[in-house]
Each structure stands twice: as C-alpha cells, then as structure tokens.
C-alpha cells in the first residue's frame, strides 16, 4: 500500500509540472529546440507501434510495374523530394528547417514493410511535417509511390537523374518557362 501511495504521489507531482508547463508557457516548442531523450525514445515507440498495428489489415497488390514505378516517381519528386531529398538532391530549406528532421529515406525505408510504408504515405505522421496523402490521392497513386520509395535504398544519384530525364523534367535550378534559372531557390545539390 505504500508503494501504491508514493507512485501516486509522484504521478500526481509529475501531472502537475506538466500541466504548469503546457499552460504558463514554460514548455519550448520551437522547431529550433530538440525534444528531450526520454520524449523522442517514447514519440519513436508510439510511433512504430501505431504504425504496425495499423498496417497489419493492409493486403500489399503486386508491385513494381515500369508504368507504377513511373507513377511513383513523378509524385515523389515533386512532393516528397522538398523534405527528404533524393539521391544527388539534398532536401531544401524547408526540409532543414522541420523539427523532427525528415528521415533519410534511403536508411528508414529499411524499417518498414511495404504494408506499413503504404500506411505511412497515406495517413502521414502527427507533429512531424509529414502530410497524408490519403485524402488526395488515389490507392493507386499511393501504391505508386509505396513501390517508388522501396527502390531508393539501391538507386544511385545517376538512375535518379535519369529518371528524371525521362519524366521529362528540368534539371536542378531551371524551370521549363525560365531559361535563366530560379534565382538560387530551386533544389540543392
């Protein structure tokens, strides 16, 4: 019973601080200031769990098709290399400027099923700046773009231009309407 009572006590002092620190302002959310330890180990548990636990109704169609793997990397480059990069493109600005940093795909893919990516690419991820895009984009899309992000692990920066080359896309720093560039605002690489 003594133990019960201290826990209590020290759950209920720990409330307390909390909530004194969520409203008096106390608590530091800018993108500037990293998260404790503790916080991101705990953010990263409820992370993956939710992830697994949410994927596992997922039934994975056949992927990999040239026209999917086209599909795919058109909505990627032009909505998920501005926050991770790609490979020879460095993530922009606004990419460095998230809190938590964008994961280098090329590592996190590793992590996860072709299930639990799909999941990730549809629902997004609370507090992180990665958005869902479930709500405007197709399953096939999402599929698409599911099968796209499983090849970056072993995609060179030379297949990824070459890619690019075939979507008939710019290079890095001029826009099809601009023969003089883009000022210094376009990718990095």
């Known amino acids: 019973m003594r133990t019960f009572i201290v826990v209590l006590v020290v759950v209920v002092a720990a409330a307390a601080v909390a909530f004194y620190a969520l409203h008096s302002g106390l608590y530091d959310v800018s993108a500037l200031r990293p998260h404790s330890r503790m916080f991101v180990r ?3 548990i ?3 769990n939710s992830v697994r636990r949410q994927a596992k109704q997922i039934t ?3 992927l990999g098709s040239t026209a ?3 599909n795919g990397f058109l909505h990627f480059h032009e909505m998920c290399v501005v926050c991770h990069g790609a490979p ?3 993530r922009s600005e606004i990419g460095e400027g998230l809190y938590p940093p964008p994961p280098d795909l090329k590592e996190a893919i590793a992590d996860w099923t072709p299930a639990e990516l799909y999941w990730i690419i549809k629902t997004g991820f609370k ?3 990665m958005p869902a895009f479930g709500p405007t984009h197709s399953d096939q899309d999402l599929w698409a773009m599911t099968a796209f992000a499983l090849r970056l692990p072993n995609m060179t920066p030379s297949q990824y231009d070459s890619l690019r080359v075939l979507a008939g896309l710019p290079k890095p ?7 003089h560039g883009d000022g210094g605002h ?3 690489e």
């Open 42 to 44: 705990m953010a990263h």
């Open 173 to 179: 720093g001029e826009h099809e309407d601009d023969d």
């Open 127 to 129: 507090d992180t700046g």
């Open 186 to 188: 376009g990718e990095h």
């Open 60 to 62: 994975v169609p056949p």
């Open 88 to 90: 020879g493109i460095m």
């Open 68 to 70: 999917q793997l086209a």
């Open 46 to 48: 409820a992370a993956d």
